[in-house]
């Protein structure tokens, strides 16, 4: 009966394979990044009018101290400075 239902609902054997429709860790606030990972704010980027992206801007542990009690306006500058910068894509699943 398994390949009846999924042949009448594919849908819904994507949603099991990718399991997007789950957030983890249960019950985290992504909005507030800090409480998660340390050295850590959440920013948004305006890419093209009507689309924005969020980002989180992890300092690496070597510059932690140096992040302790800073603000926003400390991390954007972090992100100009001499410092490579890596980029990580979580994907479509919402969990950053």
Request: no cysteine; charged share 20%.
């Amino acid at each position: 009966s398994v390949p009846f239902l999924i042949r009448l609902f594919p849908g819904v054997l994507t949603k099991f394979v990718y399991l997007n429709f789950l957030a983890f860790p249960f019950f985290a606030d992504f909005r507030r990044p800090e409480l998660l990972v340390n050295n850590t704010i959440n920013l948004h980027l305006t890419t093209e009018p009507g689309v924005t992206v969020g980002i989180w801007h992890t300092v690496p542990g070597s510059r932690g101290a140096e992040a302790q009690g800073r603000d926003r306006r400390w991390y954007e500058e972090a992100l100009a400075d001499a410092h490579p910068v890596i980029i990580y894509l979580h994907g479509n699943g919402g969990t950053r």
